[in-house]
């Protein structure tokens, strides 16, 4: 898969002003996960601008791509990026989290266009996904799946019961992507429970692996494109990320997982993203 | 004597004529395939049956992917799993975006047998009835179940099925008429009304002969559906008779005996005894010594009829 210079120049104007919504609309609405949902700007944006069969004026359309944040917490990601991508007004960003809103703090397919399945209790959006690649199948396979998952997520058993069933069940129609950004609420992961080694653990579960900067949309095009063309198996791109990234004072601090900043802290991070 | 076929075999059997007539079922299971009878669909449709092995969240989580490419997934398993291992996927991931799976579980109460307490669940309807968007059922036999399992695969939304292990009596004829929310009122009566769900109908029924031996006469109600409760029967009963007792293999907590009490409070406070597992786990033994172990017999509920039966005579 290539990715020209205009498009790497087009994706980074998209990704700059994906966080700076995020960082918009967590702050309006007072709460979210700023760190996660930065971390996860690149892998979203590249999926839905460059990878993804899909079509906003369609969103219910059969043979479209399908995409699990099972990383469900980074739902601001998530939503800056559909919204970018026509999914729905940027002005429905204003109301995350609120009452009524169609933004609900973690991903709700009843409310959101272009959610395609509510997530929010880590490894459950991720064996949706294998389901959903298994229906794909029956389908006639014109569908891919792509998933994001957490690092940390990656405690929760119910992931390698999925990465179990999508290796046995050989679903090459199966992307996932580890946003592997080192931290999660209480600390490092490495301190927390360890998940690692990460890209070992997949290949002994039976899926292929690639690495990438998570940041760098050449690296990840290149990851991808060798991804696709895996036969039999599932594939898995670990992407080192920085959990903050584009906000010095956000990055690699665990702190920053799920606090809202401040209207000041709010114009000092929008004055670095400018 | 009346025949005997295990509800899950009703399961089993209707899943394969479903297969056939819909390209758009398919059914998952947790390694339990001989026990739970999906095994008679996987040999008909092995590319539309999917073992999750033993791994019960996933079983759910497939399942609710699956509905989301408009399959119509049947997910198997023991109800202690079903219900207890993967309540939170059930309750996230199939519940709240109310996907339209059907979740069929079997082996459910003390009729498990000599597995013994940790596989026999009291609480699974407990659990089930709690959730928002789900839909419980507990057929009475092997007719009623048929009939269920069509029901549900044509109902858009979860639906909580629960079956037993133990071949019960064929209560219903094959004009039997089935509908999720509606209970049947399969006797009628005027002194007590004795409301059953699932298989302890035919208990509900035998108790009811010999209540008649003493005089009194009780009306049987079988509630299959436990939620939506079908409040209109079961309170027009209650104002016939005065006074009811309900029956099921399963707690007194939280099951039909709380969503009666529940209802009956609320409207038409009356006499009310709950026949059920008094708030205990089960135990290893032969499916019959247990139901007589655990009160779950036609004497017993002919005991807690005439009890409530006096109360209401004497109130």
New interface residues.
Partial sequence: MQLSADERRELTEIAQRARRDILTMITEAGSGHPGGSLSAVEILTLLYFKVMKIDPQRPDW?ERD?FVLSKGHAAPALYAVLAERGFFSHVELNGLRQLGSMLQGHP???RTPGV???T??L??????????????R??GGV?RVYALLGDGELQE??VW??A??AA??QLDGLTAFVDHNGYQIDGPITEVLSPEPIADKFRAFGWAVFEADGHDFAALTDAVGRALVVAGRPQVIVCRTVKGKGVSFMENQAGWHGKAPNREQLAQALAELA | MAEKIATRQAYGDTLVELGRENPDIVVLDADLSKSTMTAGFAKAYPERFFNAGIAEQNLMGMAAGLATTGKVPFASTFAVFAAGRAFEQVRNTICYPKLNVKIAASHAGITVGEDGGSHQSVEDLALMRALPNMTVIAPADAVETAKAVRAAAAHRGPVYIRLSRLATPVIFGADYQFEIGKAVVVREGKDVSLFSTGTMLAAALAAADRLADEGIRAEVVNVATLKPLDARTILASLAKTGCGVTCEEHSIIGGLGSAVAELVVENDPLPLTRVGILDVFGESGKPDELLQRFGLTADDIVIAARRVFQRKVCA
């Fill in positions: 059969p399908r709700d397919m009843k395609e399945i509510s929010g209790s490894g459950q959006g991720f064996s949706a996904a294998v389901g959903m690649a298994l229906g794909a029956l389908n569908s058993g119910q019961e999925a179990m069933a046995h069940y």
